[in-house]
């Protein structure tokens, strides 16, 4: 195997996240903070506590997943997608590496970007609200797990897309909804039965709800199905990158 | 000149191989119509054709960035799809289009090349690779702030960063200046005679002419000709005999129809084209039919053509 193209690729990347450390670490962390004031503070201040749980903590993981999906997505597809603009992706189908060690490199580097993106909006959450980590394990278990999971379907985004509009669709017209939608800001007990059965086909509510319960160990689904659903779509994600390769999908005419 | 690697017998199997090679693009365009090409280990081989023929197209299949439709290749014994590993492990390549990450340093970028390439890193070989190519002082720079002929040189600078065994130069020289051109052929010549095959593409015909053992034609998808430079030169070669009158003429004198011969720069000179490799060149038959005309001349020059008057003359007559 090699694990040097591998590293390269990875410290490539890492290197053009410490060139644009504003845009993808600084801005987000901020972003994060506007949140805590505006539903925290200002609204959160008006809403009782949540299942035993001050609404600004609870809201807490769900912002978190909020910036990880959004942030993976869009950095991992970024990634690959911009090589393939500029041309200069030549090297790497020309070098000996395989699939497997492209994918790793760049999967790699966007998901340590994000769980490090993660932990900065942790530690800046503390700042605003009181909080405590009941399974401080589980809770690193799905922070990694969403953010290899999302930048594996950000990889598969940058392959995907001809254009930079395409590049940025699935992220704005899907990821951003479906996490909206998916529990981030409220238990999906308070929605009326029917909508309550339709978010369940939201892969979201999934990783909200498991992440939450490694907080406050309070879930809307039980965090046993909630770790199975998030390693399905994982599983998902590997077959369709596994295939990209094989065929050659839009990387080699 | 000899080489070491002349003396061993790996040397009689050619390093790479292409045999049957086509290439139909998504379009349906046909770029490569079965494709038959021995490299062999250790020479500088120039493959010419004019814009569009096929050039890049088979240098993309061969260092697997375009999927070949029908046929194989071979590097070094190795089947380039299924063994590609092995086989592109031993490939540098230098594309045509300027293609560079616009932040980067040079340095980053050339160091980048050798670890995706899977070799430790060693900075003294790629110190060593700058300097050659004249970058060294351009090593912090980023890319972006670099001249086109600079960005050309980086990315050869990639290409060697990894020690390649076999080189692809697609069209190295444009937008490089003369004297930049010179240096970039030293080291062409210097990775010659350590022992790496190099297969470049080129305009300038003259830079095939002087660099190359072999030359390859492409045209329209079809290999046309691969012939030993010097035997091409040769073989195809054209000589042709300038006499410079002592007279003008302003005509040429019916007698002399029946020789190959052609009035020039305003009929003070003839020039006399002939065949070297012909058992009889005629220059003799000439020179008495000229005197017996009572023609004249104060001096006389012969010419031979270039490998470009050879490549310009094959290429128009296939199409
Ligand atoms: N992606 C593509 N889709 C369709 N046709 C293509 C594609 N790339 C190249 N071609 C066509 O294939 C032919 C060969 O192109 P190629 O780039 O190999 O030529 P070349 O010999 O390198 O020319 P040049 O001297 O201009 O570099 C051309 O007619 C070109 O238009
Ligand atoms: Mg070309």
């Keep these: 195997m090699n694990l040097r193209a591998a590293g390269a690729i990875y410290t490539f990347e890492m290197a053009r996240t410490g060139r644009t450390i504003w845009q993808s670490i600084v801005s987000p962390a901020l972003s994060t903070s506007l949140y805590f004031v505006v539903f925290g503070a200002a609204i959160g201040s008006r809403i009782t506590e949540i299942e035993g749980v001050a609404y600004g903590a609870f809201i807490v993981p769900g912002l978190i997943m909020l910036t990880l999906l959004t942030q993976s997505t869009m950095n991992a597809s970024f990634g690959i997608y911009f090589p393939r603009f500029t041309g200069t992706i030549y090297e790497i189908l020309s070098a000996p590496v395989s699939a497997f060690e492209i994918a790793l490199g760049y999967v790699g580097a966007a998901a340590t970007k994000s769980i490090v993106l993660g932990l900065i909006i942790l530690a800046t959450s503390f700042l605003f609200v009181p909080l405590q980590i009941a399974h401080p394990f589980w809770m690193l278990v799905f922070l990694v797990l969403t953010s290899v999971t999302f930048s594996l379907l950000g990889f598969i985004i940058g392959i995907w897309a001809d254009g930079f509009e395409k590049l940025q669709i699935i992220p704005l017209l899907i990821i951003t909804p479906l996490t909206f939608l998916g529990g981030t800001f409220y238990s999906i007990n308070v929605l009326p039965p029917v909508w309550q059965t339709i978010t369940l086909f939201n892969p979201v509510v999934y990783l909200v709800s498991g992440f939450r319960w490694s907080f406050f160990e309070i879930s809307d689904v039980s965090p046993a199905i909630s770790i199975g659903m998030t390693l399905l779509f994982l599983s998902l994600c590997l077959a369709a990158v596994w295939w990209i390769f094989k065929t050659g999908y839009k990387l080699k005419n | ?319």
């Design chain 2, 1 to 319: 000149m000899q080489r070491v690697a002349d003396y061993m017998p790996q040397s009689m199997q050619p390093i790479i191989s292409i045999s049957n090679l086509s290439k139909t693009y998504a379009s349906g365009f046909r770029a490569l119509k079965g494709i038959n090409l021995d490299i062999r280990r250790g020479e500088i081989f120039a493959l010419l054709g004019p814009n569009g023929a096929g050039k890049t197209t088979l240098i993309g299949i061969v260092c697997g960035i375009l999927k070949a439709s029908q046929g194989s290749v071979t590097v070094d014994g190795h089947e380039i799809v299924k063994d590609y590993r092995a086989a592109r492990s031993l490939i540098g390549l230098v594309p045509q289009e300027l293609t560079t990450d616009a932040f980067e340093t040079v340095w980053a970028t050339v160091t980048f090349s050798r670890g995706l390439f899977g070799k430790p890193r060693n900075p003294a070989h790629i110190e060593k690779v700058l300097k050659e190519l004249s970058l060294w002082d351009k090593k912090d720079n980023r890319l972006m702030t670099l001249s086109g002929g600079m960005k050309r040189r980086v990315l050869i600078a990639k290409a060697l960063s990894h020690e390649p065994q076999i080189l692809f130069l697609d069209e190295p020289t444009a937008g490089v200046d003369v004297e930049l051109r010179k240096d970039m052929w030293q080291v062409v010549r210097d990775l010659r005679s350590s022992g790496v095959t190099i297969i470049l593409t080129t305009h300038y015909i003259e830079e095939a002419e002087d660099m190359a053992d072999r030359v390859g034609v492409i045209s329209k998808g079809e290999i046309i000709l691969v012939e030993n430079k010097a035997e091409l030169m040769r073989k195809l070669g054209k000589k042709q005999l300038i006499l410079h009158l002592q007279k003008k003429l302003d005509a040429l004198p019916a007698s002399l129809a029946a020789h190959n011969l052609s009035l020039a720069a305003g009929g003070s000179e003839l020039v006399f084209t002939y065949d070297t490799k012909a058992e009889r060149t005629g220059v003799t038959a000439m020179l008495s039919a000229l005197s017996s005309a009572d023609i004249g001349f104060r001096d006389l020059a012969t010419t031979q053509s270039s490998l470009e008057d050879i490549f310009v003359g094959l290429v128009s007559e296939r199409s």
